[in-house]
C-alpha cells in the first residue's frame, strides 16, 4: 500500500479542476482526524463560511503535519496557486476566496486556520482598494484562572454597553480559549476611529469592573481578568473566520453562538469550544446566527 503522502486523486469543484492529496493524514492526532476529514468540514460548511470570506484579504495559518508540529502564517498567495484564484494588494498579494473551489485550495494547503480583517476589498488585483470597516471586533481572551464563564460575562456587560448606542452584538466562541463580540458598521469610518472607540469602552470597562476586566496587554495584569482586546480593529490585525477550524489539539471552530447560550453560560452552566461535527449539526438546525454580520 502506497504512503499517504504518495496518494493524489483529481477532483472538480465548482468547474475547477485539482489534485488533492495525503487524503489519509492525520492532521489532528488526539482525535484521529484526517485531511480527508478537514476538507469534508470545509466542503460541508461553505454555504454559510463563504459570505464571512467574501471580498476579504485570508491569512493563513498552515499545518504541513498536523497540530502539534510546525505552523506558520501565510499572507500572500504561494507559488502556483491557479490564476482563477482572486487576489488583493500589492505587497503582501492577499488571496480573496471567494468559492468553494477556492476553500478547497487553500484547504488542501493544510491551512486549517482562515483569519480576515475587519474591512473588504473593492475591485481585485493591484488596484483593489480597501473599504472603511463594516464590522467592529472585539476579543474577550481570558486571563490564567478564568475561562468562557468569565468570557460570558464580560460579554453581557459589552452587549449591554453596545447596544445602548445602538449597536447589537453577535457572539462567537473562538474554537481556542476565548469569544469574539462583533457587530456591524456603515462602513462610514476609518479603522483608526473605530480602534480608538472600542478602546476608549475597554478603559471604561475596566474602570468599572476592575476585579474582572483589563484592557491593557501585559502579562502581570491579567490573572483571573478578561482582556478586552480592542486592538483587532487596527487596519492590519486580523481575527479568525467565524466558522474557521483551529489548530488545536482538536478540531474545534469559531462557532457563532445563540446570546441564550452565553447567558447561560454566565450564570454557571455548561458552555464550551465547539467541534467541527458540533458546528456542522448546529448549521444544519439554526443556519448561521452570524447572518447578520456578512453584509
Request: with cysteine; hydrophobic share 40%.
Amino acid at each position: 500500500m502506497m504512503p499517504y503522502e504518495a496518494t493524489k486523486v483529481t477532483v472538480e469543484v465548482d468547474g475547477r479542476r485539482m489534485r488533492l492529496s495525503s487524503l489519509e493524514k492525520v492532521m489532528y492526532p488526539r482525535t484521529g482526524t484526517t485531511k480527508a476529514q478537514v476538507l469534508d468540514y470545509y466542503a460541508r460548511i461553505a454555504p454559510v463560511m463563504l459570505p464571512h470570506l467574501r471580498d476579504r484579504a485570508v491569512t493563513r495559518i498552515r499545518f504541513p503535519h498536523g497540530v502539534g508540529d510546525m505552523q506558520f502564517f501565510e499572507k500572500n498567495i504561494p507559488a502556483g496557486t491557479p490564476s482563477w484564484i482572486r487576489r488583493a494588494g500589492r505587497d503582501p498579494v492577499f488571496p480573496l476566496i471567494d468559492d468553494l473551489a477556492g476553500l478547497t485550495y487553500f484547504a488542501n494547503l493544510n491551512s486549517l486556520e482562515l483569519h480576515v480583517h475587519q474591512w473588504r476589498y473593492e475591485g481585485e488585483g493591484r488596484d483593489a482598494e480597501a473599504r472603511g470597516p463594516d464590522r467592529l471586533v472585539i476579543d474577550l481572551d481570558p486571563g490564567p484562572g478564568t475561562g468562557l464563564h468569565e468570557c460570558a460575562r464580560v460579554a453581557l456587560i459589552v452587549r449591554d454597553r453596545l447596544g445602548g448606542i445602538g449597536l447589537d452584538t453577535l457572539p462567537v466562541t473562538s474554537g481556542s480559549k476565548g469569544l469574539q463580540l462583533y457587530a456591524a458598521l456603515p462602513g462610514a469610518h476609518t479603522s483608526d476611529e473605530i480602534r480608538d472607540t472600542v478602546q476608549q469602552l475597554a478603559q471604561e470597562l475596566t474602570k468599572a469592573h476592575p476585579d474582572l476586566v483589563v484592557w491593557k496587554m501585559a502579562k502581570e495584569l491579567r490573572p483571573g481578568k478578561i482582556f478586552l482586546d480592542w486592538s483587532q480593529n487596527v487596519a492590519a490585525k486580523t481575527t479568525v473566520c467565524p466558522y474557521s477550524l483551529r489548530g488545536r489539539e482538536s478540531p474545534t471552530v469559531a462557532a457563532p453562538r445563540s446570546w441564550d447560550e452565553i447567558e447561560a453560560g454566565a450564570d454557571g452552566g455548561e458552555l464550551t469550544q465547539l467541534t467541527a461535527d458540533e458546528v456542522l449539526e448546529r448549521v444544519a438546525r439554526d443556519g448561521d446566527l452570524a447572518a447578520a454580520i456578512t453584509g
